[in-house]
């Protein structure tokens, strides 16, 4: 049996879980979100936990099952704390804005890039170089980090670019002097 799949995620004050033939819907303090559950998959809502359970031991089934229980603990989290993801940039010159909902970035290029975020997703530039990306549905947070870095990702010999807070970026050695014969 999935370890993660038969973990039952708890019902959290303030929150309320209903389903619906197959969708669940959380609503809480910060939003709702709603999950379209498979059809292989059942979800048992008591007064303090929602379990999942699966109709098989089927391959597929068991990757449904701690999925299905993922995607739920997620909604949970989500609208109770919401999630985040924080952007560095590094480079000379390198630099975002917060226009409106959106962000303008000057990343070398001989343009300016416009973004605008999914609904759903905040943006905050506490600085010229540091972008945080905010939400309550975790995909949609982590896509949206994604396709900023994604417009200068960091590269390998001065590490210069958009990079994910904390993340470690493998260095190389540039050109050496050519050996005198």
Do not use: W
């Not at 739920?72 to 590094?90: C, H, P, Q, R």
């Not at 945080?132 to 980090?145: F, L, N």
């Amino acid at each position: 049996m999935s370890r993660i799949g038969k973990m039952p995620v708890p019902i959290l004050k303030g929150i309320e879980a209903k389903q619906t033939n197959r969708e669940l819907s959380i609503k809480g303090p910060k939003g709702e979100l709603s999950l379209n559950v498979h059809v292989d998959m059942n979800v048992v809502i008591d007064e303090s936990e929602i379990r999942v359970e699966r109709s098989s031991d089927h391959k597929d089934h068991r990757a449904l099952h701690g999925l299905t229980r993922s995607l739920i603990y997620n909604m949970m989290a989500g609208v109770t704390d919401g999630f985040s993801k924080t952007l560095e940039i590094i480079g000379v010159g390198y630099r975002a804005d917060l226009k409106g909902k959106g962000i303008t970035l000057n990343l070398g290029y001989s343009h300016t890039i416009d973004y605008q975020p999914t609904e759903g997703v905040s943006l905050e530039c506490p600085n010229q170089t540091t972008i945080v990306v905010s939400g309550i549905d975790k995909q949609k947070v982590g896509q949206t980090a994604a396709e900023i870095r994604s417009f200068r990702p960091p590269e390998p010999y001065k590490g210069k670019g958009i990079r994910y807070r904390g993340e470690h970026v493998r260095r190389k050695a540039g050109k050496t002097a050519a050996g005198s014969a």
